[in-house]
């Protein structure tokens, strides 16, 4: 059974497109979060919401607009996309600020 | 500015052989420091939560400890399936579940 999925896996598209990736969690946590990791490895934050309403807001371009439909859900969607934005993204989830658990990526290649 | 600082980036290993992973940080007021496991491909996978210096915890082949200014993970006969990236992340006080990452240590077992 998957606790937190992402789709799609994979997403290759070109400059100036918008994309959306999709995440669901089914361990019944109340926050959920968008994390970016570049080439290096390196782990980043970008948003986060509890129960539907955003908590955290890191310096991320206006571009880049999370959604949560409901506490099970949050999706990221992306105007513009540039080549910096290449990356993979990871949604992760976690009961109010306990330990986070993460899903399996979303590889996003803009060319 | 909370930073995290891990050493060192890659470390080779035989089969057998003992090592520690170290996780330096500096944090206005710690809440907690956790440590995952990230394979190729994949998303980070929770290891464990430290909440205050001297608190120690155990999983399998590897051991968490926390001082108040690092962390060491202490791998003992470790095997190939080890092999992963080990990453740290800190979060402060009041921050809403925001976790500040280290570049991660490389970890490779040879048999």
């Known amino acids: 059974d998957t606790a937190v999925s992402q789709t799609p896996k994979y997403l290759v598209t070109q400059m100036g497109n918008d994309k959306s990736i999709k995440c669901e969690q089914n361990?019944?946590?109340?926050?959920m979060y968008w994390y970016k990791q570049d080439s290096k490895k390196f782990l980043k934050i970008m948003f986060s919401?509890?129960?539907?309403?955003?908590?955290i807001n890191e310096t991320v371009p206006n571009r880049f607009s999370p959604k949560s439909p409901d506490k099970a859900h949050l999706n990221l969607h992306i105007n513009s996309l540039e080549l910096g934005d290449s990356a993979v993204y990871f949604c992760?989830?976690?009961?109010?600020?306990?330990?986070?658990?993460f899903g399996p990526g979303t590889r996003l290649t803009v060319t | 500015e909370d930073q995290v600082t891990q050493s060192p980036e890659a470390l080779r290993l035989q089969e057998g052989e003992s090592s520690s992973l170290n996780c330096s940080y500096t944090?206005?007021?710690?809440?907690?420091l956790f440590w995952y496991r990230q394979d190729p491909g994949k998303g980070p996978e929770f290891l464990f939560t430290?909440?205050?210096a001297g608190e120690e915890k155990e999983k399998e082949r590897l051991k968490a400890t926390l001082t108040k200014k690092e962390s060491f993970l202490h791998i003992t006969a470790p095997k190939p399936e080890d092999s992963a990236t080990y990453l740290c992340?800190?979060?402060?006080?009041?921050?809403?579940?925001?976790?500040?990452f280290g570049q991660g240590t490389e970890l490779s077992v040879k048999p």
């Open positions: 992760a989830s976690s009961q109010e600020t306990y330990e986070q658990y």
């Open positions: 361990l019944g946590h109340d926050t």
């Open positions: 919401y509890n129960n539907k309403e955003l908590i």
């Open positions: 944090v206005s007021g710690l809440r907690g």
């Open positions: 430290l909440y205050s």
């Open positions: 992340a800190v979060e402060s006080h009041n921050q809403g579940g925001k976790l500040i």
